[in-house]
């Protein structure tokens, strides 16, 4: 899985930060933001083949986000853990 590109979205920095580390660690290209209308914009401009939402987003709902990813970039499914 090296150099893949994985797209952290949540707005707790903290854990944003932990997971960058755990992953760039592991070999992927990870970007972090904190908000979803960032992360949509971040979608558009760097089409990363993974992506890690918080479903409790403050300004659009994570889930609403995620319907509009599979809708607008051709997401691929997604995978709750």
Partial sequence: MRGFR?????????FRRNCD???FGRGYEVLE???SGE???ALDEHLP???LINLNQ???S???LVRTARLDFSAPDVERF
């Avoid at 994985?6 to 903290?14: A, E, G, Q, R, T």
């Fill in 6 to 14: 994985v797209l952290i979205i949540d707005n707790d920095l903290s």
């Fill in 58 to 60: 403050k300004d659009i």
């Fill in 33 to 35: 933001v904190s908000t």
């Fill in 62 to 64: 994570g889930l609403d």
């Fill in 21 to 23: 580390r755990f992953l």
């Fill in 49 to 51: 083949e993974f992506v």
């Fill in 39 to 41: 992360g949509l914009a």
